[in-house]
């Protein structure tokens, strides 16, 4: 899942488009015109968005040919249910220590949400890890929540679930076969959510993030011992 898959690059200042030599140009709020020698990685850094989140909001079937003049929007509509702004979580600002929250961590009973072999995810960024498995294998939810996305709206991830669990956390669970859980629904902790599959990903595995503050944090922090 590349939501996608909901990867947030957050940058820590604003640079200029490279060659661009001007401040940002915008075309009204949340919008972007392309300037020479910019590129679709400096755009996302410039306004601290992630490539994905730039080609799913312009529906661009090449993130590669990007013209001079052309409008990009750089930010989501306001109000969008786009799995990509629902992937950063709350809006407010997020604090600047990354590192989990005591009482949030022990407040909600966390579970894992398949089983398999264990590895880092890889690619784009992601903070998350791969549980290999089998080709329907359930996929749990790691903790109770509401569910707050069910599709397949961002490049990379697949088939994917964003799972609400307090006003600080969620989860993320990618290239799923097929979804179980609705968008809206509110599951329980070890309930069956989705079936593990490779949609989007050359290997069958689910790919699973914890993100506090729309964060992606390490989730054996959070997760029991096995």
């Not at 949340?30 to 601290?48: M, N, P």
């Not at 398999?116 to 903070?127: L, S």
């Not at 076969?177 to 050359?202: C, F, L, P, Y």
Request: proline share 5%; glycine share 12%; hydrophobic share 35%.
């Amino acid at each position: 899942m590349s939501l996608f898959l909901l990867t947030t690059i957050a940058g820590c200042s604003t640079p200029r488009g490279p060659g661009s030599g001007t401040s940002v140009a915008a075309n009204g709020p949340g919008y972007y015109t392309v300037q020479k020698g910019d590129t679709l990685s400096s755009i996302a850094r410039q306004f601290q968005h992630s490539n994905s989140q730039i080609i799913s909001w312009n529906k661009l079937a090449d993130p590669n040919d990007i013209k001079v003049d052309q409008v990009l929007r750089v930010a989501p509509q306001s109000g969008s249910n786009s799995a990509a702004s629902k992937m950063r979580g709350d809006t407010r600002p997020a604090r600047t220590n990354s590192a989990p929250v005591a009482n949030e961590k022990d407040a909600i009973d966390w579970a894992w949400p398949a089983s398999g072999k264990v590895n880092n995810g890889t690619g784009q960024g992601k903070k998350g890890i791969d549980i290999l498995g089998q080709l329907g294998q359930p996929v749990l939810a790691a903790a109770s929540g509401k569910v707050m996305y069910a599709g397949s709206g961002i490049r990379g991830y697949g088939n994917l679930l964003i799972v609400k669990h307090n006003s600080n956390l969620l989860s993320v669970y990618a290239h799923n076969k097929s979804i179980i859980a609705k968008e809206g629904q509110t599951v329980r902790k070890g309930q069956q959510i989705a079936e593990m599959g490779k949609s989007d990903s050359n290997a069958v595995k689910l790919y699973f993030e914890i993100r506090r503050q729309g964060k992606p944090v390490d989730p054996t922090a959070y997760l029991p011992r096995r």
